[in-house]
């Protein structure tokens, strides 16, 4: 029986051997395994932080540009506003001056009204015929709603002095300075010569009259007067601080309850 043990004995060691060298390898390949997969969940734990990284710096951009496009797109609406206010004016000036070159029978086939007979609200009056000299002049409409023809330069002028029946106070105001000019008085509050506009005031019959605003060769009406009479005042250049025009009336107008 001792005889037979030793080759069984030696069997076995050579199985533990074996197994105990499978444990082992099994223990290194599970460690290597487990560094692997621990590498892989770093690199992709590193991965996940840079892409949430680069998200928020997407959303921050994302933010930048819906900012930026509300804000161009509150600047188009002003420009689109800006361009509307530049195209109406545009059609205005072309309308005058189509009017002012119609030819004379054309303008005789459509009279409007003239200041020089323009009566209160709630009372008529006649237009006689333009002559051929006062049918070259344009017709704009007033701020009081009354069309009536003006002069936009000294020959103009002395054309209206001569056929419309008005009397005629030529002026030069400086801003900030009250300027007596026939019963009334005119100071000039603001101008803008770049865009043709400027701010006026007139005091007649005791009270103050502000003409905010108005335009280049616009008349700018007032009634004064116990009898209602009807003044315009119209301004044919502006320049920094200076404007130049004239004040019509008409003949033989009243002379106002309270003059200024």
Avoid: C
């Avoid at 344009?138 to 054309?159: H, M, P, Y």
């Avoid at 801003?175 to 100071?187: I, M, W, Y």
């Amino acid at each position: 029986m001792v005889e037979g043990s030793g080759p069984e004995r030696h069997r076995y060691s050579r199985l533990f051997v074996v197994l105990l060298t499978v444990a082992i390898l099994a223990a290194i390949a599970g460690l290597w395994w487990s560094y692997h997969l621990t590498g892989r969940l770093t690199h992709a734990e590193a991965e996940l932080a840079q892409a949430q990284q680069q998200n928020q710096k997407l959303a921050s951009a994302l933010n930048d540009t819906n900012a930026r496009l509300k804000v161009t797109n509150r600047q188009g609406q002003s420009m689109s506003a800006r361009q509307k206010q530049l195209a109406k004016r545009a059609r205005d000036l072309l309308k005058r001056e189509q009017a002012a070159t119609r030819p004379p029978n054309q303008q005789q086939s459509t009279p409007a009204p003239d200041a020089s007979s323009a009566t209160p609200p709630g009372t008529s009056g006649t237009l006689p015929a333009p002559n051929a000299a006062l049918a070259q002049l344009q017709r704009i409409k007033g701020d009081a709603g009354v069309t009536s023809l003006i002069a936009t330069n000294q020959r103009e002028l002395d054309i209206l002095k001569q056929a419309d029946g008005r009397d005629y106070y030529e002026f030069t105001l400086q801003k900030g300075k009250k300027q007596p000019v026939s019963t009334v008085a005119l100071e000039l509050k603001k101008t803008d010569a770049k865009e043709g506009r400027y701010t006026l005031l007139v005091f007649v019959d005791g009270n103050t009259l502000e003409k905010k605003d108005r335009d280049l060769n616009q008349p700018v009406q007032f009634y004064t007067g116990k009898e209602n009479t009807l003044y315009e005042v119209v301004v044919n250049a502006i320049s920094k601080d200076q404007v130049t025009g004239y004040l019509a009336t008409p003949k033989a107008a009243p002379a106002p309850a309270n003059t200024p």
